[in-house]
């Protein structure tokens, strides 16, 4: 771990940053990084539980002083996404995240930082670990498996938390305030497909490869116009459909991912050879200037490689390209009640063909429940009507706005005063926040999500602005010590 990293300032802030990147903590196996903390909190001597699902609670009691304010829970959560680039070797299970400095920023190399929402994580650390902090009682909460399906907040359950405010520590713009977020359902389409007999005799195949992408949040930055691999993966199969056969692809990662790399296995009649890279590199070269604005990196190699022993039959590839075309990808609502605010969106993160079997993996979000499960039922309709099964799974509520919020009262003019007048950004965000969850078990609660500017979070572009940590932390100090009297 770079020296660099836990030299700067605050440095009990991207200390504890350093400490927590150095244990390994991806998403589903955050075994270690739950003996991380729970080892925190009972070495310094502070009441700490692990609840029945895996979440973390460490409780101390307020500084002197701030005894008569209302008590309250910081709340983050332990997990990372781990993605990395194809040409990084690097095992998510064994190793601490290589950070490094790039001038404003704190980067990692060739995979993704774990700012998201590890400084969350280690601001808390950092004020459980002071002796001159201000706060009332406190309760730290850090959740587990946020990234692939808030199981932590879903099963905190209700009571263990005696808090009136909650402060989630998970916003990646340091000038916003959330007061709401989207929820979201997972979607799971399956079907079989007969695989053909290839003669070898007459046929060749080729890799077809589509990455250089950014990638990026699929709630966040799914209004950006970024590119989906999986959309331009079956763009270009599509366009080929006549002259070739699929045998395999492998498109995409996480479901909260924008894919950034889709990799298919095609076969093809030897004699076609000419007339096919022809088609494919002219529509490669169009999509690369149809994106050339946001996506200056993309990449589509052709490579020879053995040719397999079968592909899909022709009408099921027809079946699949023409579904994975219909299928909604992107915004598919804008919120009438709040500006530039994404309402509703769909990612199709995950495209697999293999040994007869088709599995494509979906995340719709929406602030609006209904309109979530309209584009769900878009979604499962279109899938079906090419044969496929449909499981929805992993439904979390969003967050409703409370613009008469006590905390927000408070927050709005601290953060006026310490940015000279700058009013900060109230508003509700396209991603899932664990707020609406735990709201379900705790209504009373009053919640507020806040962090510092992250970049490019869930893809190894991640990265986090020093300049916005020194801001958001003076924001945190000045919060903690004006929490509102009981």
């Known amino acids: 771990m770079s020296e660099e990293i836990r030299a700067l300032e605050p440095k009990a802030l991207w200390n504890k940053f350093a400490d927590l990147n150095a244990v390994p903590r991806p998403s589903k ?23 029945d699902i895996g979440n ?10 701030m005894e008569n304010r209302k008590p309250i829970v910081m709340q983050s959560h332990l997990d990372m996404v781990h993605q990395k680039n194809n ?79 909650l402060l989630n520590l998970d916003t990646e713009e340091d000038d916003e305030i959330g007061v709401g977020c989207a929820g979201g ?20 195949a080729y890799k077809i490869e589509v990455k250089g992408l950014q990638g990026g949040h699929s709630g966040m930055q799914i209004h950006e ?14 366009a080929v459909v006549e002259d070739i056969s699929i045998a395999e692809i492998d498109g995409g990662s996480l479901r909260n991912a924008i894919p950034r790399e889709s990799v298919a296995t095609v076969v093809f009649k030897a004699e076609k050879e000419e007339i096919l890279t ?35 039959s022709f009408d099921d590839q027809e079946q699949l390209l023409r579904v ?18 994404v309402e509703t969106s769909n990612n199709i993160a995950r495209v697999i063909v293999k040994d007869g079997h088709v599995k494509v993996g979906c995340l719709t979000r929406s602030s609006v429940e209904s309109s979530k499960m309209d584009l769900a039922n878009t979604l499962r309709s279109t899938f079906e009507l090419a044969g496929f099964s449909v499981e929805l799974s992993g439904d979390y509520p969003g967050w409703a706005p409370n613009m008469d919020s006590a905390i927000l009262k408070v927050m709005v003019p ?13 508003a509700a965000c396209h991603a899932g926040l664990e707020c609406g969850i735990l709201g379900q078990n705790y209504p009373n609660m009053d919640m507020i999500s806040f962090g510092p500017n992250i970049k490019g979070a869930h893809s190894p572009d991640e990265r986090a602005q020093i300049s916005s940590a020194q801001k958001y932390w003076k924001f945190v100090l000045e919060i903690l010590e004006n929490i509102p009297i009981k």
């Open 56 to 65: 973390v609670i460490i409780r101390k009691p307020a500084t002197q002083g």
């Open 414 to 426: 601290i953060y006026e005063r310490l940015n000279n007048g700058e009013k900060p950004h109230v």
């Open 87 to 165: 040409d990084t070797v690097f095992d998510f299970d064994t190793q601490g995240i290589d950070m490094f400095v790039d001038g404003d920023w704190v980067k990692a190399k060739g995979t993704t930082l774990g700012a998201d929402n590890g400084l969350g994580v280690a601001t808390i650390m950092a004020i459980l670990e002071s002796d001159s902090i201000a706060h009332p009682d406190l309760e730290a909460l850090f959740t587990i498996d946020e990234e692939t399906g808030m199981t932590g907040a879903m099963g905190l359950k209700g009571g263990l938390l005696n808090g009136e405010i």
């Open 185 to 204: 359902v997972d979607i799971t389409a399956t079907r079989t497909y007969t695989e053909a007999y290839v003669d070898k005799s007459d046929k060749k």
């Open 225 to 238: 116009g970024l590119g989906n691999a999986n959309k331009i993966m079956n763009r270009l199969l599509y």
């Open 324 to 341: 994975l075309y219909a299928a909604h990808n992107g915004v598919y609502r804008m919120s009438p009640d709040i500006k530039d605010l």
């Open 29 to 51: 196996k955050e075994e270690r990084v739950i003996k991380f903390m729970k080892d925190f909190g009972e070495n310094l001597g502070l009441e700490t539980i692990e609840d």
């Open 278 to 312: 022809t088609l494919l590199t002219a529509l490669s070269n169009t999509i690369k200037k149809e994106l050339k604005t946001m996506e200056p990196d993309l990449v589509v190699e052709l490579s020879e490689v053995d040719v397999p022993a079968a592909t899909m």
